[in-house]
């Protein structure tokens, strides 16, 4: 089993052990993440999964939508019809747009330019510009649901469909080009004020099926791939270890501190993809 597990390991890995660990520790986050508070903090396992491979992005996102995949099937048998299917729906229709606007700008970012060193560098700046941009909205969404609710209870936003096509167009998009739609999916779900349970169901039925649709531009770009589905396969484990601790963390946090606790993750992860925009497109 060791030697099956060893051999489906990418080739072009230099550091096996820090891939184990490295990768290991990025599916055990974003399906802890996925499972017990709606995913937001699961932005800071791209970023970390890229570090496994050594700085290969494209490798780093083939890997990841598997095993996200995986983690959506653990977290749906988990919280079952449990969401609000409304609030889901809502954003379906845009996040199929921005899914599709996403393969595009992968397609024409791989494409761009002559050189495979060309293509990889605007891949980057477009990554680094789309998350800073995501990074100082969630930011900015964070300080301000903190004014108002030291004004007082804020009243529970009551979307209408452009809102949530919209937003669903930011989080297919997004997500489409660097797994990091939590936070735009936080900033429209929370503030509706479901029940937490409610809340996680809601994200994890919704990214189950942007992540299914993903996968077609994913596969047919070549980005999912025997190397990467062998690794996915390796690292798998983490997802189950991931979803169990999730839950069980859930179920022992009550409500006003959940919130307190993903309005905390998003700033965070707000942060991070801000300084990571600012890092590759700041001298």
């Known amino acids: 089993m060791f030697l099956i597990a060893w051999s489906l390991i990418p080739p072009d890995v230099a550091n096996v052990t820090a891939f184990l660990l490295l990768g290991g520790l990025s599916a055990m986050l974003v399906s802890a993440a996925k499972a017990g508070f709606g995913g937001t903090i699961g932005v800071l396992s791209f970023p970390i999964m890229v570090y496994a491979y050594g700085g290969d992005a494209m490798s780093a996102a083939g890997t990841t939508l598997p095993l996200l995949v995986a983690t959506d099937l653990v977290a749906l048998a988990s919280w079952w019809r449990k969401w609000n299917w409304r609030a889901a729906w809502m954003m379906l229709p845009g996040a199929m747009v921005g899914i599709a606007a996403g393969g595009a ?20 700046v477009a990554n680094a510009a789309l998350m800073l941009i995501v990074g100082v909205i969630s930011v900015g969404f964070v300080i301000i649901q903190a004014v108002s609710a030291m004004r007082g209870r804020a009243l529970a936003f009551r979307p209408v469909p452009w809102q949530g096509a919209a937003a669903g167009g930011a989080a297919g998009l997004t997500s489409t080009l660097a797994h990091a739609a939590g936070p735009v999916a936080t900033m429209y779900l929370l503030p509706q004020q479901m029940p937490k349970g409610t809340y996680v169901a809601t994200t994890v039925v919704f990214f189950a099926i942007v992540n299914q649709l993903k996968l077609i531009p994913y596969i047919a770009m070549g980005l999912i791939n025997t190397a990467t589905l062998g690794a996915g396969l390796v690292l ?30 998003l700033a965070i992860a707000g942060a991070h993809m801000t300084y990571k925009g600012l890092s590759v497109l700041l001298p």
């Open 105 to 124: 700008a992968l397609w024409a970012l791989r494409h761009l330019g002559g050189s495979v060193e060309a293509t990889k560098t605007s891949t980057d």
């Open 236 to 265: 798998l484990p983490g997802v189950i270890v991931g979803a169990i601790l999730g839950i069980k963390l859930h179920g022992r946090i009550p409500q006003w501190k959940f919130t307190a606790i993903v309005y905390t993750l």
